[in-house]
């Protein structure tokens, strides 16, 4: 294998586990801010109980738009393995066990 693909692999692997991390994370804020929202409006003497309701639509929107995301990039990550064994021979028995069960559960991209 020559330099300049393990290189290329190591970038990879790298960029792939942050964009695999930092969606995870933005979740997670998300979801931390949804229930921020909803605790203070619950919590509040005084808030009607629709008070912030587009707020929470909204928040739940971006919610769903960050899964959506996360299923893309755990698709590109199949993507890079079938690339990477296809140029290099590849067999990556380094990606995430995980990975490959949940990429297996989605949808086919279209």
Known sequence: MSKEISFAAAR????????EGRVDDALI???SLTTSVVTARRDIIGVPATSGHATIRRLAKAQMALVDVSGDILRVHGDLVQIGRETAGYDLHECPAIAGAVSEHLPAAA
């Open 12 to 19: 990879l692997e790298r960029d792939v586990a942050a964009a």
């Open 29 to 31: 804020a998300v979801s």
